[in-house]
């Protein structure tokens, strides 16, 4: 009988994943296409045999003699880990973009204590102004980001990231235009290039307003029909961006 175990473990757990305690070299792996994912076949003896990693994997043992054959597969998770899984924490929780650019959710895995879980798949799924979907598994500080490009104007109010019994988590991403005729320049009041308190405080002064086409200050940087918070909240997070004092 001839056996073999194949190994399918994401690009990370590359060199990682053991054998009887023994790593699998990282040579002999190949890169599965562009999933972010690859695999190796390794040889083994007839007997019990143990392949441990720190991310998720999955194998198939397999094989074959003259008269006969069997295979088997299965998947490896860390379910321990998955039970000590309290918070998934996203961050940044709102940013303000420009549009047609990526930009990217970083999320944190947390235990009861806030230590950071290494090894948890997290699902990411966008909706909003933008559809999009990912995942991934958190690395030794817990962390797994996920990027995408907003090609829509508007708010993806529903940037959630999943991960072990449903525990989830939702960040905010606005997408503006970072040209005239509202977007980003909206917050510039006085046109000046440059995004101040005053500009802000301005923004502040006519939410609740109808947009002028006349007025620079009556702009609204998500380019809807009145100045609303949103506009607000989004002009205090440009400020906040660009760091730049009055």
């Not at 002999?28 to 003896?45: C, K, L, M, R, T």
């Not at 999955?58 to 000590?84: C, K, M, N, Q």
């Not at 879980?117 to 799924?125: R, S």
């Not at 006519?206 to 609303?228: H, K, N």
Request: proline residues 5%; contains cysteine; aromatic residues 8%.
């Amino acid at each position: 009988m001839i056996d073999f175990v194949d190994v399918v473990a994401p690009n990370a757990a590359v060199g990682s994943i053991t054998v009887d305690g023994v790593p699998i070299p990282a040579g002999d792996f190949s890169p599965i296409g562009a999933s972010g994912f690859s695999g190796a076949q390794v040889d083994v003896s007839v007997g019990s045999h143990t392949v441990d990693g720190p991310l998720p994997f999955g194998i198939t043992v397999y094989g074959f003699a003259t008269a006969d054959s069997y295979e088997l597969s299965r998947a490896a998770w860390p379910w321990a880990r998955w039970r000590e899984l309290v918070k998934v924490q996203p961050s940044p929780a709102t940013a303000t973009n420009p549009v047609n650019t990526e930009h990217c959710v970083t999320a944190t895995t947390l235990d009861q204590d806030s230590d950071p879980l290494q090894g948890i798949l997290v699902n990411f799924t966008v909706s909003g102004a933008n559809t999009d979907s990912g995942f991934g598994s958190t690395d030794a500080q817990g962390t797994i980001e996920f990027c995408y490009t907003g090609t829509n104007t508007g708010t993806d109010t529903r940037v959630v990231a999943t991960a072990g019994n449903n525990i989830s988590a939702q960040a905010e991403k606005i997408w503006q235009q970072s040209g005239g005729g509202g977007g980003l320049a909206a917050c510039d009041g006085d046109d000046d290039g440059v995004i101040s308190r005053m500009d802000v405080w301005m923004i502040a002064i006519f939410r609740g307003t109808e947009v002028d086409s006349g007025s620079q200050r009556r702009q609204s940087p998500l380019r809807t029909a009145w100045i609303t918070r949103r506009d607000f909240k989004a002009c205090l997070q440009e400020l906040g961006t660009q760091a730049i004092p009055d």
